[in-house]
C-alpha cells in the first residue's frame, strides 16, 4: 500500500502560481505511476495531470495545457504540480492519486477509477 498526503494549496490571485506536493509512503511509490485530479464545489471530478513511473512522459487536460507541469522526485516519494497563471476557473480541491498497475487504451490516465490511492485533497481558491 501508498499513503498520499498533499500540500501547498491555498489562496491567490488570478495570474498567480502555486505548487502543490504530493509525499507518498513506503519504498515502492516510483513503481506507480501518479495522476493529479480537481473537484470544484457542486462538480464532478476532473482529470488534471499525470506523470509515469520515471519522469516523463506527461499528460494534461487540456484546460490546464501550457500552466500547469506535473513532475515527481522518487528520491523524495513526492510527486509535485506547478501551477502558473492561475486563473478563477482553477478554483477546486485537488487530489492527487496513485496507479500501480498504470493503465493501457488511449486517454485511460485521465480516468479516476484506473487509480488505486488517494490522498485528502488540498484547497485551491483563486481570486480574481
Known amino acids: 500500500q501508498v499513503q498520499l498526503v498533499e500540500s501547498g494549496g491555498g489562496l491567490v490571485q488570478a495570474g498567480g502560481s502555486l505548487r502543490l506536493s504530493c509525499a507518498a509512503s513506503?519504498?515502492?511509490?516510483?513503481?506507480?505511476?501518479m495522476g493529479w485530479f480537481r473537484q470544484a464545489p457542486g462538480k464532478e471530478r476532473e482529470f488534471v495531470a499525470h506523470i509515469w513511473w520515471v519522469p516523463g512522459p506527461t499528460y494534461y487536460a487540456d484546460s490546464v495545457k501550457g500552466r500547469f507541469t506535473v513532475s515527481r522526485d522518487n528520491a523524495k516519494n513526492t510527486v509535485y504540480l506547478q501551477m502558473n497563471n492561475l486563473k478563477p476557473e482553477d478554483t477546486a480541491i485537488y487530489y492527487c492519486?496513485?496507479?500501480?498497475?498504470?493503465?493501457?487504451?488511449?486517454?485511460?490516465?485521465?480516468?479516476?477509477?484506473?487509480?488505486?490511492?488517494w490522498g485528502q485533497g488540498t484547497q485551491v481558491t483563486v481570486s480574481s
Open positions: 513506503g519504498r515502492t511509490f516510483s513503481n506507480y505511476a
Open positions: 492519486a496513485a496507479d500501480r498497475m498504470g493503465c493501457s487504451g488511449y486517454g485511460c490516465y485521465a480516468l479516476a477509477r484506473e487509480y488505486d490511492y
